[in-house]
């Protein structure tokens, strides 16, 4: 419960401080997806109101690298880091690191398995992962978690934080 009030507030600091005019999706999308990862970073450090704090302050600094590197992902850019997300969640092996790299802009990524789990009592296979981008120099990180139905083996992914 407390950590839906965590993204609950989180998600409502970076819709106020940041602001969309003149923001496009790609930028606040990033925006959104960096505010919510900086929001659970910054709330593993402080108790009560000073966990609050680090919160908000996780939330500002997440959703301005986000929305900076969202900015400039291009569809090109977008496509290469879907499909090598998918590929490595469907074939790779936890820690082999799989990259991409967008010859007409240099951008690029990588995407890495870090642990899969099998939850039997749920019908689901889970996986965190590790995915980089390094857009123009400026490099991001982001952890989460992608779990499927073990019953169907062309279930779709789905993105659990």
């Known amino acids: 419960?407390?950590?839906i009030k965590k993204l609950t507030v989180a998600a409502t600091l970076v819709l106020t401080l940041t602001g969309c005019a003149g923001a496009g999706?790609?930028?606040?999308g990033g925006q959104?997806?960096?505010g919510a990862a900086g929001a659970l970073l910054g709330s593993?450090?402080?108790?009560?109101s000073g966990r609050l704090v680090g919160v908000a302050?996780?939330?500002?600094a997440g959703?301005?690298?986000?929305?900076t590197i969202g900015y400039q992902m291009d569809e090109k850019d977008k496509q290469l880091a879907k499909h090598t997300m998918l590929d490595t969640l469907e074939k790779a092996p936890d820690y082999?690191?799989?990259g991409w790299k967008n010859p007409n802009n240099n951008h690029s990524g990588s995407f890495k398995v870090t642990r899969t789990q099998e939850l039997s009592a749920q019908n689901l296979v889970c996986r965190d992962y590790v995915s980089t981008v390094m857009i123009d120099g400026k490099q991001e990180k982001v952890q989460g978690r992608a779990c499927r139905d073990i019953?169907?083996?062309?279930?779709?992914w789905r993105i659990e934080s």
């Open 25 to 28: 999706p790609k930028q606040t």
């Open 57 to 60: 302050i996780g939330a500002m």
């Open 63 to 67: 959703s301005y690298l986000g929305g």
């Open 1 to 3: 419960m407390l950590n």
């Open 151 to 156: 019953r169907d083996s062309r279930a779709a």
């Open 44 to 48: 593993q450090f402080g108790g009560g």
């Open 96 to 98: 082999q690191e799989h």
């Open 32 to 34: 959104l997806l960096g």
